[in-house]
């Protein structure tokens, strides 16, 4: 166990809809990271929030949106899902932004579009 | 924007060797880091460097700053060492802005 706690673990879904994938961060760790991974993509930065606020945003799609609450857990949420949101989706922590401070991942959202 | 480079993109390997897989990047970072990835998906953390090496059980990682190149050995590799290794760095551009990702090296180690 990373310390870092994502769920759920698998998701199958159509499209169309929305979904909510959450983490929970390493217990001290102030910001968490995003990150989409697909076959054809490999892994990709999605979005960081630090200590509840939007830091940096990657290559994250529009239908795409994300926050970090006061407990510090986060939430990525898809809608409008299409066939191609099909990937893994990790969450990574890190005591402070990251830069240098080391990342702890959690072991993934695997999301299904159907 | 960062490039990141790996080779071999897939090795296979019989127990006991020596191997090495390689990483290069194009822009300046603040941190190098190599993460192994096993089948079912889980991301664990291996090194992070700045600089020179660093040694832990069987893995060592190096880094060349001047040449933006860093190597992953593992000795007396093991069937348990099958995994996917992958190079990612932290830019030192300004803003936090995420760690950019190699493709990834397949290794396979056979008994």
């Known amino acids: 166990d990373s310390g870092v706690t994502q769920t759920p673990k698998h998701l199958i879904t159509a499209t169309g809809q929305r979904v909510t994938l959450r983490c929970s961060p390493r217990s001290g760790d102030l910001s968490v990271y995003w990150y989409q991974q697909s076959l054809d993509q490999g892994l990709q930065f999605l979005i960081q929030y630090y200590n509840g606020e939007e830091r940096a945003k990657g290559n994250i799609l529009e239908r795409f949106s994300a926050q970090q609450f006061p407990d510090l857990h986060s939430e990525l949420n898809l809608s409008s899902l299409e066939l191609g949101d099909s990937a893994l989706y990790f969450c990574?922590?890190?005591?402070?932004?990251?830069?240098?401070?080391?990342?702890?991942f959690g072991s993934g959202t695997r999301l299904t579009v159907v | 924007k960062n490039e990141v480079e790996q080779s071999p993109q897939n090795l296979t390997a019989q127990e006991g060797e020596f191997i090495t897989i390689n990483c290069s990047y194009s822009v300046g970072i603040s941190a190098l880091h190599w993460l192994q990835q096993h089948p079912g998906g889980g991301i664990v953390s291996l090194f992070m460097?700045?600089?020179g090496k660093k040694k832990h059980g069987r893995l060592i990682a190096t880094i060349n700053i001047q040449e933006k190149h860093s190597s992953l050995h593992i000795t007396a590799s093991h069937p348990r060492d099958s995994a996917v290794y992958i190079c990612?760095?932290?830019?030192?551009?300004?803003?936090?802005?995420?760690?950019?990702f190699g493709k990834g090296t397949h290794l396979i180690i056979q008994p």
């Open positions: 460097l700045s600089s």
């Open positions: 990574a922590s890190s005591v402070a932004q990251g830069r240098s401070y080391g990342y702890t």
């Open positions: 990612a760095v932290d830019s030192d551009e300004g803003g936090a802005d995420g760690l950019t």
